[in-house]
């Protein structure tokens, strides 16, 4: 099985910044994508940004230009760098991997825990 540990969040003025950290451990065979969703009060959970092992990237337009996401494929860790936000950034940001159990398994999806972003105007 995978764990996934995410670190980084916290409360910022809107136009500052925050590095958010996903590492994967555990019994892991490979990993094909590793991502970021976040959540707010009564909303669903949509996708930030994606990245696969090939490092294409993937963002939602209310991120792009400002958030960038990037992964390291030797530690297993992804990594949400977040600039200029605004408060409509606030959420609960989630790690999500796409994990392959074994040669002839299939792919199975991770989450974390959840870290809270806060942007106060």
């Known amino acids: 099985q995978v764990q996934l540990v995410e670190s980084g969040g916290g409360l910022v003025q809107a136009g500052g910044s925050l590095r958010l950290s996903c590492a994967a451990s555990?019994?892991?065979?490979?990993?094909?994508?590793m991502g970021w969703y976040r959540q707010a009060p009564g909303k669903q959970r949509q996708a930030v940004a994606t990245?696969?092992?090939?490092?294409?990237?993937n963002y939602a337009d209310s991120v792009k230009g400002r958030f960038t996401i990037s992964r390291d494929n030797a530690k297993n860790t992804v990594y949400l760098q977040m600039n200029s936000l605004k408060s409509e950034d606030t959420a609960v940001y989630y790690c999500n991997v796409w994990h392959r159990e074994s040669d002839s398994g299939g792919l199975k999806p991770y989450w974390g825990q959840g870290t809270q972003v806060t942007v106060s105007s």
């Open positions: 990245v696969t092992t090939s490092g294409n990237t």
């Open positions: 555990g019994r892991i065979f490979s990993i094909a994508v």
